[in-house]
């Protein structure tokens, strides 16, 4: 049962361009949700996170939406960059879960130039 | 600072043989200790955590074992390797009562 899930396996985007991603999860309860970087034989890097509290938090080029009745979080990159190339993981999080995180399959962004 | 060490980095086992990945995390006091792996196109898959010496959560029946002999210290263990455990295996930590994690740079198996 996959609680947290991206439908887009890749991405392909100009540079300059935004780039948009998605993650839908099912368990309503998740109240903390976070999106991690990894590029290739490295291990994930925090990007940004959001609270169930709010709808929206920007940290420089990066932007998190959260949708909580449509169960729904999208991260925006405007402007892409070609470093911003990896695969990006949602997760999620509930209180009092020993802090785990679940996890979304990934989408790879390739940003071209 | 903190900091989190894995090794190693890359490992060819014959299947059948045994293998044991540490992880190791400095600077914290405490800390929540996971085993994630990433297989081949697919997304990372907790397999155990720890909120303490000795204590191991297991998130999923598998061929893998962990354990947690000191408080910054997490193995991954098995006694005898298939194919299917084969993949990217990840240790992370995280602050008790804090969210998100940082990872370990990780460890490519792949067995043979």
């Known amino acids: 049962d996959q609680q947290v899930k991206q439908n887009s396996p890749s991405l392909s985007v100009q540079e300059g361009r935004i780039s948009i991603l998605n993650c839908d999860y099912t368990n309503s309860m998740f109240d903390y949700f976070l999106w991690y970087k990894k590029y290739p034989a490295e291990g994930p890097t925090f990007l940004i996170s959001i609270s169930s509290i709010k709808d929206k938090n920007e940290d420089g080029r990066f932007t998190v939406f959260l949708n909580k009745s449509a169960k729904h979080l999208s991260l925006h990159i405007v402007p892409s960059q070609p470093g911003d190339s990896a695969v990006y993981f949602c997760a999620a999080s509930l209180t009092g879960t020993a802090s785990k995180l679940t996890f979304g399959t990934g989408t790879r962004l390739q940003v071209t130039l | 600072s903190q900091t989190i060490h894995q090794w190693p980095a890359t490992l060819v086992q014959p299947v059948g043989s045994p293998l044991s990945l540490e992880c190791t995390v400095e600077g914290t006091s405490n800390p929540n200790l996971y085993w994630y792996r990433q297989a081949a196109g697919r997304g990372l898959q907790l397999l155990f955590y720890s909120v303490g010496i000795g204590q191991i959560s297991s998130e999923v029946p598998q061929n893998l074992s962990a354990s947690r002999p000191q408080d910054r210290q997490f193995i991954l263990s098995s006694k005898k390797l298939l194919l299917s455990d084969s993949g990217f295996y990840l240790c992370?930590?995280?602050?008790?009562?804090?969210?998100?994690?940082?990872f370990g740079s990780g460890t490519r198996l792949t067995v043979v």
């Open positions: 992370a930590w995280s602050a008790p009562l804090g969210f998100g994690y940082t």
